[in-house]
């Protein structure tokens, strides 16, 4: 069945500080996707970023890179120089065949909540 | 990006009523939408899965009649709580995904529903 763990219940940096998010899944399928959203205060998720099971290239955008690894079945996030604003609840995702089946329903983790305090 | 509206944003209502919650799609035709329940410093909970057209998947220990989902068109999807209880209580989010169903979802704002 799949599944996906997100250790990290809550971090708390200090502006500026770098910070990393752990997300490790599991699979039986060799196709899936996952995927990354942020949570604000406000309750709106918002789309972060999609990755296919296929593509292993690690991805850079803006502050925020993701690292895919594969062998490992983690696929982290990583904020650099964190700004109060980046404060939210991140949830890593699976989509995979057998969660649902045609419909690729997703699968959460249970959320890293992050304070980046001033 | 995509956007996905979600109406009322939040409801107050007396036990024993109805509610109804409307998501929409408001820049792409939405196949697929998907309806949540998140508690609290919880994940969400994914209720029910509609496809536009036809008649929605439940997930195990939702109750059907309980949470009434309706997806008529391809730009909107509905969720009716019937005679809502206190512990129906909750944060209920929608997404929406397009015709490729590889896409991302895309999620709502919610809507905080208080049953007292």
């Known amino acids: 069945a799949q599944k996906v763990t997100q250790a990290q219940t809550e971090i708390s940096v200090v502006e500026k500080e770098d910070v990393t998010l752990d997300c490790v899944y599991e699979?039986?399928?060799?196709?899936?996707?996952l995927f990354w959203y942020k949570q604000p205060p406000s309750g709106e998720l918002v789309f972060l970023i999609r990755?296919?099971?296929?593509?292993?290239q690690n991805e850079i955008s803006g502050r925020y890179s993701w690292n895919f690894q594969k062998s490992t079945s983690s696929f982290n996030f990583t904020i650099t120089a964190s700004q109060v604003v980046d404060s939210a609840v991140y949830f890593c995702?699976?989509?995979?065949?057998?969660?649902?089946?045609?419909?690729?329903?997703?699968?959460f983790g249970k959320g890293t909540l992050l304070t980046v305090n001033p | 990006g995509a956007v996905v509206s979600q109406h009322p944003s939040r409801v107050i209502c007396k036990s024993g009523t109805s509610v109804k919650i409307e998501c929409r799609s408001l820049?792409?035709?939405?196949?697929?939408m998907f309806w949540y329940r998140q508690f609290p410093k919880q994940s969400l909970m994914l209720m029910a899965t509609?496809?536009?057209?036809?008649?929605?998947?439940?997930e195990q220990g939702v109750e059907k009649d309980k949470f009434l989902i309706n997806h008529a068109s391809l730009t909107l999807s509905t969720l009716t709580v019937t005679s809502a209880h206190p512990e129906d209580s909750s944060f209920y989010i929608c997404?929406?995904?397009?015709?490729?169903?590889?896409?991302?979802?895309?999620f709502g704002p919610g809507t905080r529903l208080t049953v007292l």
């Open positions: 995702a699976l989509s995979d065949p057998n969660s649902g089946g045609s419909n690729y329903k997703l699968t």
């Open positions: 997404s929406a995904r397009g015709q490729a169903m590889l896409l991302p979802q895309y």
């Open positions: 990755r296919n099971s296929f593509d292993e």
């Open positions: 509609s496809n536009e057209g036809s008649k929605a998947t439940y």
């Open positions: 820049d792409f035709q939405a196949t697929t």
């Open positions: 699979t039986r399928d060799t196709t899936y996707y």
